[in-house]
């Protein structure tokens, strides 16, 4: 089993940054890939970046690209997400993902392991 505590959360300006953390316990030492998801109010999950431990492959979504910067750490086996020029619409609750890999890495269902979540809110 494989645990995993995002935090790093909270309330920001437009423009403004935040980081957020993704760390693990448990039998992690076998994870492939991390994904960061967000879920705004109404909407479904949706895919933001993730992250192969091995390689350091990044892939982002169009909505954050350019801005966002998902990174990891092998020997504390955590992921991070930093989140620059923040947006209104960039309010949800983020959600740290890990998993073994799948078909499609931006896909939820590629994902084992998930974080409680942590609320992200830009004010304008």
């Known amino acids: 089993q494989v645990r995993l505590v995002d935090s790093g959360g909270g309330l920001v300006q437009a423009g403004g940054s935040l980081r957020l953390s993704c760390e693990t316990s448990?039998?992690?030492?076998?994870?492939?890939?991390f994904g960061w998801f967000r879920q705004r109010p109404g909407k479904e999950r949706e895919f933001v970046a993730y992250?192969?431990?091995?390689?350091?492959?990044?892939v982002y979504s169009d909505s954050v690209k350019g801005r966002f910067s998902i990174s990891r750490d092998n020997v504390k086996i955590a992921a991070y997400l930093q989140m620059n020029s923040l947006k209104p619409e960039d309010t949800a609750v983020y959600y740290c993902?890990?998993?073994?890999?799948?078909?499609?890495?931006?896909?939820?269902?590629?994902?084992?392991?998930w974080g409680q979540g942590t609320q992200v809110t830009v004010s304008s």
């Open positions: 448990g039998r992690a030492s076998n994870v492939f890939i």
């Open positions: 993902a890990a998993g073994f890999g799948g078909t499609s890495n931006s896909s939820p269902a590629s994902y084992d392991y």
């Open positions: 992250i192969t431990r091995s390689l350091g492959t990044t």
